[in-house]
């Protein structure tokens, strides 16, 4: 079929001004745009409605002109020629050219000397930054040049969500139905803030009567008119999910069809290897049985075989039970113990009856039968989203799995109103995957840590990447290649991060601004905002006619000084490594082309129709009815074979954060701190932009007033915040909606005083306002590598003066 061009306001074009359809480019809303140019100028982004996701434009979108002209903005290349450490870089504008032959000369050497792995790459974020436009190159080039260590914050980001949710379904979370769904969940997810399309959707799925659920510390967001808000210690989330799905076992409100048939709950799972039971391990196999086989039982207690991902081993047959344990008589002679995967997640779940939550959790024991209830009554179209605020702590994994399996039991998987993978148009993967060949893959410095972490993929935490510079484990690491991703500021440790970063022996930042990170580099490359260049997107989010939607935005004005898109940075420096015959010779336009051959597109048709088209595709509901699951066992897992495999625990456990005020043996730290993102800010990025700064114009922390009080701390104060690793200082906000235990920290301060704005925060210092400052990276999930940057514990204190 052909694409669709959509009803678009017409581009409006005169002489002096000019309206261009684009999309926002700054964080994962990815919202449907005009940009405004006049006289050459960037002058206004606005919504296109025309677009799936171009309902609205949040205050950052609008203030695209201002992020554009920001002063602060690094517009030639430049090179560091003083030492690092010295307080005067001296830092000298260079050539493009000069730039390339430098970083192709060092690469190519450091490669030639130690191997490729002793370059490593960084990536900021695609969900908080533009550099989703051109990721997938950036990701085309480590794989090229060979390098298996790629820093990109996934672990702290969207691993558990997009990759530890393949433990329980085989692929990551889905896309919320949004429009279907009869109860959302939002789980440690603020969309109003973070996600302002699918707020919007969400908004609209409350008017039609949708339940919304909000599981926060915070009252933030949906959480202030939501049906339900579980204002939840920060880090304990796993107790809640396995008490909410407690009830729900006790209740009997869950689909036990669903789960007989497409988890692996009715598989018997043997006592003495934690391993499901094979049908040939049995001294009387069942009748037909192939040898992997697995085996669940029949009500009259016979076993049955269950070959992998179907029901049954013929189909037909009796039900196999879900919750039923038996002793069996092995091959060998001797008898196990065997219990259904189903009957042993029920024992896992026993401990946290609403009692127990509710000490664990600090809400009200009632809250969890409410809470089961309302997951009950919308079944199965129940919608959730899981993100930050589950994700960043030492317990991350289990998390996950603990909210994965408890949605499970809701039927939703894949149905109306559930979390619904919708078809995406079809498009080659240009990240080049294939070009990092497995010998080179297994030297990730990440592996010897977990195997099942962001490492099976090339990724590393900065944990890995500065214990492998500063103290050459497992080897070291010689040169970093950065394209954004702040480490100071986002990751925990910043005193050890900037010590690692000093000790490389090349260092490259490709970045908008000067920041804490990129100012400890060699050399520091120009990139221009979304606005100066072409993005090809193909699928946005939230719904079908989003995924569906296909769009080359066009540049709105010309790059700025010198500054170029990211693209541009790695076609040309592929080529002076010797890596052009991986990206089409230099041809951009050859490398995108590629992307869109199996839609049959091509860049001129996309070209013609700037504001996008929908390439059509149905929604197919419950694929795994034909599909089954990419699962071991072919089905949802309750029971995870693949994580005791690797010494974690198979069934969902909750286990106490790192720092825990319930365990903590020292008393000095009674205050809970987590962090969130902030409307008007991305990470560390848009301080400077000052019809954003003037909504915060300095960094806080928000408290319980009786907190304050006892500490004798007025609202507007001074305040040191403390932890055992360092310290900062904030302004004092109250906030009576907090737990009076609990305390939230506004992250990513560092920039230099704006026009009408208080001073810059030294990244680096105690009288500097920088979060990572508090957050050891020595203790990280054991799986995954988050880091505790939500569930710290600390101390507050009055400053005199200020
Ligand atoms: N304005 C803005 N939008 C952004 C970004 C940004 O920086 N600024 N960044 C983008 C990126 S990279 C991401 S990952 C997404 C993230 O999007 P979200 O996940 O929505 O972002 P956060 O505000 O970090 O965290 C969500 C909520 O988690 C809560 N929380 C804190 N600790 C806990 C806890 O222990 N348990 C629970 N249940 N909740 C907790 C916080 O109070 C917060 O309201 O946003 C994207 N969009
Ligand atoms: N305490 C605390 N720490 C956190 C979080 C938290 O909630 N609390 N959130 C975590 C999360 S979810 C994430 S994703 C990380 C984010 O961590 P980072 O990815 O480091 O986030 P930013 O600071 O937003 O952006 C990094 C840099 O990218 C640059 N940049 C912007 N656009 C482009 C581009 O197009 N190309 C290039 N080359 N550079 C660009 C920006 O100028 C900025 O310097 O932070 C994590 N850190
Ligand atoms: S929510 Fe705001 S920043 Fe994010 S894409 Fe939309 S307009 Fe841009
Ligand atoms: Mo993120």
Redesign the pocket.
């Given at each position: 079929m052909p694409p669709t061009p959509p009803d678009h306001p017409p581009a409006e074009s005169s002489a002096s001004r000019r309206v261009i359809p684009g999309f926002c480019g700054l964080?994962?809303?990815r919202c449907g745009s005009r940009m405004v140019v006049e006289d050459g100028r960037l002058v206004a982004q606005l919504p296109d409605p025309a677009h799936p996701t171009g309902r609205a434009q949040?205050v950052?979108g609008r203030a695209a002109p201002e992020l554009v002209y920001d002063p602060q903005r690094v517009l030639h290349p430049l090179l560091r020629t003083r030492p690092k450490g010295d307080a005067d870089p001296g830092w000298r504008e260079i050539s493009w050219d000069e730039a390339f032959d430098r970083i192709a000369r060092t690469l190519g050497r450091i490669r030639d000397e130690s191997g490729a792995e002793a370059v490593a790459f960084a990536i900021a974020?695609p969900?908080?930054t533009p550099i989703a436009d051109d990721v997938r190159w950036i990701e085309r080039l480590a794989n090229a040049f060979g390098s298996p260590n790629v820093a990109n914050g996934t672990e702290i980001?969207?691993w558990h969500k997009d990759f530890t949710h393949q433990h329980t379904f085989g692929r990551g979370i889905a896309t919320p139905d949004f429009a279907h769904s009869r109860c959302i969940v939002l789980?440690?997810?603020?969309?109003r803030?973070?996600?302002l399309n699918n707020a919007l959707s969400i908004a609209a799925a409350r008017k039609r009567g949708a339940r919304v659920v909000v599981?926060?510390?915070?009252k933030?967001?949906f959480a202030a008119d939501a049906d339900l808000w579980l204002r939840?210690?920060?880090?304990?989330?796993g107790a809640l999910a396995l008490g909410a799905a407690r009830m729900m076992l006790a209740r009997g409100w869950f689909d036990a069809a669903f789960l007989r048939d497409f988890s692996n709950g009715p598989l018997l799972v043997r006592s003495d290897t934690g391993r499901f039971l094979r049908a040939d391990e049995l001294a009387l196999p069942p009748a037909g049985a192939g040898a992997d086989d697995f085996v669940s039982l029949s009500a009259n207690g016979t076993a049955i075989a269950c070959r992998r991902g179907t029901r049954t081993a013929g189909g037909a047959g009796p039900d196999p039970l879900l919750a039923a344990g038996i002793e069996l008589e092995l091959a060998e002679g001797r008898r196990v113990r065997c219990d259904t995967a189903h009957a042993l997640f029920e024992q896992a779940c026993a401990p946290y009856t609403p009692e127990r939550v509710a000490e664990l959790c600090w809400i009200e024991a009632g809250q969890v039968e409410q809470f089961a209830r309302l997951l009950h009554e919308a079944s199965p179209a129940v919608s959730y989203y899981c993100?930050?605020?589950?994700c960043?702590?030492t317990n991350a994994t289990q998390t996950d799995r603990a909210i994965a399996t408890l949605m499970a039991l809701t039927g939703s998987f894949d149905a109306p109103g559930g979390n619904v993978a919708f078809t995406p148009p079809p498009a080659n993967d240009a990240s080049g995957k294939a070009l990092l060949g497995a010998a080179q893959r297994a030297r990730c410095i990440g592996l010897a840590r977990s195997r099942l972490g962001p490492a099976r993929l090339g990724l590393v935490g900065s944990d890995a990447l500065w214990d492998a510079i500063l103290e050459r484990e497992p080897y070291a690491i010689r040169a970093l290649v950065g394209f954004g991703r702040d480490f100071l500021l986002n990751h925990a440790d910043a005193e050890r991060a900037a010590k690692a970063l000093a000790a490389l022996e090349f260092c490259v930042y490709a970045d908008l601004t000067l920041t804490p990170t990129a100012a400890l580099a060699d050399l520091v490359l120009p990139i221009c905002t979304p606005w100066e260049r072409e993005a090809l997107r193909v699928g946005f989010e939230g719904s079908q006619a989003a995924e569906s939607w296909v769009q080359l935005r066009p540049a709105a004005i010309a790059p700025l000084g010198e500054s170029r898109p990211d693209a541009w940075v790695v076609f040309e420096l592929a080529q002076r490594l010797g890596l052009g015959e991986h990206f089409w010779d230099g041809d951009l336009e050859a490398g995108l082309a590629h992307i869109l051959a199996p839609l049959g597109l091509s860049l001129d048709e996309l070209r013609a129709h700037p504001g996008g088209l929908a390439h059509p595709a149905a929604t197919r509901y419950r694929k795994y009815l034909d599909e089954g699951f990419d699962t071991p066992t072919g089905r949802i897992e309750l029971y995870a074979e693949t994580l005791l495999a690797h010494g974690a625990a198979p069934l969902p456990d909750f286990v106490e954060p790192a720092d825990s005020p319930l365990t903590a043996a020292d008393a000095a730290f009674p205050l809970v701190m987590?962090?969130?993102?902030?409307?008007?800010?991305?990470?560390g990025?848009d301080r400077q932009a000052p019809s954003l700064r003037r909504h915060t114009p300095e960094p806080a922390v928000h408290l319980h007033p009786d907190a304050a009080r006892a500490r004798g701390i007025a609202e507007g104060d001074a305040v040191r915040l403390r932890s055992a690793h360092g310290s900062i200082r904030l302004r004092a906000r109250f906030d009576d909606t907090l737990d009076a235990r609990v305390v939230?920290v506004e992250y990513?301060w560092w920039q230099p005083a704006g026009p009408g704005t208080a001073d810059g925060y030294d990244a680096l210092s105690e009288d500097g306002a920088n979060y990572s400052r508090l957050v050891s990276d020595h203790r990280v999930d054991p799986v995954s590598g988050s880091q505790p940057l939500?569930?710290g514990l600390c101390e507050i204190e009055p400053v005199l003066g200020r």
């Amino acid at each position: 079929m052909p694409p669709t061009p959509p009803d678009h306001p017409p581009a409006e074009s005169s002489a002096s001004r000019r309206v261009i359809p684009g999309f926002c480019g700054l964080c994962k809303s990815r919202c449907g745009s005009r940009m405004v140019v006049e006289d050459g100028r960037l002058v206004a982004q606005l919504p296109d409605p025309a677009h799936p996701t171009g309902r609205a434009q949040c205050v950052k979108g609008r203030a695209a002109p201002e992020l554009v002209y920001d002063p602060q903005r690094v517009l030639h290349p430049l090179l560091r020629t003083r030492p690092k450490g010295d307080a005067d870089p001296g830092w000298r504008e260079i050539s493009w050219d000069e730039a390339f032959d430098r970083i192709a000369r060092t690469l190519g050497r450091i490669r030639d000397e130690s191997g490729a792995e002793a370059v490593a790459f960084a990536i900021a974020t695609p969900s908080g930054t533009p550099i989703a436009d051109d990721v997938r190159w950036i990701e085309r080039l480590a794989n090229a040049f060979g390098s298996p260590n790629v820093a990109n914050g996934t672990e702290i980001c969207n691993w558990h969500k997009d990759f530890t949710h393949q433990h329980t379904f085989g692929r990551g979370i889905a896309t919320p139905d949004f429009a279907h769904s009869r109860c959302i969940v939002l789980w440690g997810h603020n969309p109003r803030d973070t996600w302002l399309n699918n707020a919007l959707s969400i908004a609209a799925a409350r008017k039609r009567g949708a339940r919304v659920v909000v599981i926060d510390p915070r009252k933030a967001g949906f959480a202030a008119d939501a049906d339900l808000w579980l204002r939840v210690r920060p880090g304990s989330d796993g107790a809640l999910a396995l008490g909410a799905a407690r009830m729900m076992l006790a209740r009997g409100w869950f689909d036990a069809a669903f789960l007989r048939d497409f988890s692996n709950g009715p598989l018997l799972v043997r006592s003495d290897t934690g391993r499901f039971l094979r049908a040939d391990e049995l001294a009387l196999p069942p009748a037909g049985a192939g040898a992997d086989d697995f085996v669940s039982l029949s009500a009259n207690g016979t076993a049955i075989a269950c070959r992998r991902g179907t029901r049954t081993a013929g189909g037909a047959g009796p039900d196999p039970l879900l919750a039923a344990g038996i002793e069996l008589e092995l091959a060998e002679g001797r008898r196990v113990r065997c219990d259904t995967a189903h009957a042993l997640f029920e024992q896992a779940c026993a401990p946290y009856t609403p009692e127990r939550v509710a000490e664990l959790c600090w809400i009200e024991a009632g809250q969890v039968e409410q809470f089961a209830r309302l997951l009950h009554e919308a079944s199965p179209a129940v919608s959730y989203y899981c993100w930050a605020g589950v994700c960043q702590h030492t317990n991350a994994t289990q998390t996950d799995r603990a909210i994965a399996t408890l949605m499970a039991l809701t039927g939703s998987f894949d149905a109306p109103g559930g979390n619904v993978a919708f078809t995406p148009p079809p498009a080659n993967d240009a990240s080049g995957k294939a070009l990092l060949g497995a010998a080179q893959r297994a030297r990730c410095i990440g592996l010897a840590r977990s195997r099942l972490g962001p490492a099976r993929l090339g990724l590393v935490g900065s944990d890995a990447l500065w214990d492998a510079i500063l103290e050459r484990e497992p080897y070291a690491i010689r040169a970093l290649v950065g394209f954004g991703r702040d480490f100071l500021l986002n990751h925990a440790d910043a005193e050890r991060a900037a010590k690692a970063l000093a000790a490389l022996e090349f260092c490259v930042y490709a970045d908008l601004t000067l920041t804490p990170t990129a100012a400890l580099a060699d050399l520091v490359l120009p990139i221009c905002t979304p606005w100066e260049r072409e993005a090809l997107r193909v699928g946005f989010e939230g719904s079908q006619a989003a995924e569906s939607w296909v769009q080359l935005r066009p540049a709105a004005i010309a790059p700025l000084g010198e500054s170029r898109p990211d693209a541009w940075v790695v076609f040309e420096l592929a080529q002076r490594l010797g890596l052009g015959e991986h990206f089409w010779d230099g041809d951009l336009e050859a490398g995108l082309a590629h992307i869109l051959a199996p839609l049959g597109l091509s860049l001129d048709e996309l070209r013609a129709h700037p504001g996008g088209l929908a390439h059509p595709a149905a929604t197919r509901y419950r694929k795994y009815l034909d599909e089954g699951f990419d699962t071991p066992t072919g089905r949802i897992e309750l029971y995870a074979e693949t994580l005791l495999a690797h010494g974690a625990a198979p069934l969902p456990d909750f286990v106490e954060p790192a720092d825990s005020p319930l365990t903590a043996a020292d008393a000095a730290f009674p205050l809970v701190m987590t962090t969130a993102k902030l409307r008007h800010f991305r990470h560390g990025q848009d301080r400077q932009a000052p019809s954003l700064r003037r909504h915060t114009p300095e960094p806080a922390v928000h408290l319980h007033p009786d907190a304050a009080r006892a500490r004798g701390i007025a609202e507007g104060d001074a305040v040191r915040l403390r932890s055992a690793h360092g310290s900062i200082r904030l302004r004092a906000r109250f906030d009576d909606t907090l737990d009076a235990r609990v305390v939230w920290v506004e992250y990513g301060w560092w920039q230099p005083a704006g026009p009408g704005t208080a001073d810059g925060y030294d990244a680096l210092s105690e009288d500097g306002a920088n979060y990572s400052r508090l957050v050891s990276d020595h203790r990280v999930d054991p799986v995954s590598g988050s880091q505790p940057l939500r569930s710290g514990l600390c101390e507050i204190e009055p400053v005199l003066g200020r």
